[in-house]
């Protein structure tokens, strides 16, 4: 009888070992590419693209801090409860051997033995019962923290930068409809107002460097670039189209917010379409012209991966 409690004790199954809320090992890189990016992509792209690489390692930061607070809590809490199970097998084989020893000193008392035994037997478990209430109270009160831990991380948000859009020239066409609707899309084909006609057609500037964007449609994305059928970026097609058409404006896209912003649905031919890293030209019949790779006419949007969107703006006033 005195070999029960090592048994019972022996007999609890090991509990799974903490661990595995697995941190990423990488975190460190990822703010190392945010870093280089911002060192060696300079220019209103190259920063929006190094706030989203930041964004992303932070978010990932968190991420990780909570896998290890998670791995943390779990390894308390499943320690507690491995610790109190072991504490009630041991109860349990206590018991036993109490009951055990309850019925051997009965054996003397004749007649009366069995109901001796069983007096003894219910004070033993009244007994076992108490201490193990209490033992099961303790435990609560242990898993108290791990618990308030592993409900905090859930319910804290993470800041993760939302899905990249699809590259210019490869928009869902679903999508590109709706964004084409909004904007006053019609045939499909991009005819240009006559100037002169009005508070609705472009100016004689606008409309010109509206035919010089087009122009170059086809020419390949070059970071930098400002050679048309050799290589441009968005601000570069922009800032040589109004060139070419006796309007300066400035060369990156988030400056090129200039003259006065209008309303989505006051858009004439020649509005640029800015972000804080990209800008576009509207052409007419809900399409604007874009750098993409190659420059191209696209549905008019107002999202562009993760940058902010400042607008529409009208270089010619």
């Known amino acids: 009888m005195q070999d029960v409690p090592r048994l019972l004790a022996s007999a609890i199954p090991a509990v799974a070992a903490p661990g595995a809320a697995a941190a990423p090992a990488t975190v ?4 190392g590419v945010a870093e280089s990016v911002a060192r060696q992509w300079t220019g209103d792209a190259g920063d929006s693209a190094a706030t989203s690489l930041l964004r992303a390692a932070t ?12 791995d943390a809590a779990a390894a308390e809490g499943l320690g507690a409860i491995a610790a ?22 009965a054996m003397g008392a004749g007649p009366a033995a069995p109901l001796l035994a069983m007096t003894g037997m219910q004070g033993h478990a009244v007994e076992t019962l108490g201490e193990a209430g209490g033992r ?6 242990e898993l108290t923290a791990p618990t308030s831990t592993l409900e905090s991380i859930a319910g804290s948000d993470v800041d993760i930068p939302a899905p990249p859009m699809v590259p210019a020239g490869m928009t869902d066409p679903a999508t590109a409809a709706a964004g084409a609707s909004r904007f006053g899309a019609g045939s499909g084909r991009t005819a240009l107002p006559e100037s002169g006609a009005g508070d609705g057609a472009p100016t004689p500037e606008a409309r010109a460097a509206v ?3 087009l122009s170059a449609v086809g020419t390949p994305y070059q970071w930098g670039g400002n050679n048309p059928g050799v290589g441009l970026d968005c601000s570069g097609l ?3 189209a109004y060139g070419q058409a006796g309007v300066e404006i400035p060369r990156t896209a988030a400056e090129q917010a200039v003259g006065r912003p209008v309303d989505g649905s006051e858009l004439l031919p020649g509005d640029l379409v800015v972000w804080d890293g990209h800008v576009a030209m509207v052409v007419g019949d809900g399409q604007m012209v874009e750098a993409g790779d190659p420059v191209q006419v696209n549905p008019i949007r107002t999202t562009n991966m993760d940058m902010g969107f400042r607008g529409f703006w009208r270089p010619t006033g």
């Open 238 to 240: 922009t800032h040589w």
């Open 211 to 213: 035919q010089h964007a």
């Open 136 to 141: 099961l109270a303790r435990l609560d009160a």
């Open 28 to 31: 460190d890189d990822w703010f």
């Open 59 to 70: 978010g990932a930061a968190e991420v990780d801090g909570h896998a290890t607070g998670i």
């Open 84 to 105: 109190a199970a072991v504490d009630l097998a041991m109860l349990a084989a206590e018991f036993l051997v109490k009951c055990a020893g309850s019925a051997s000193g």
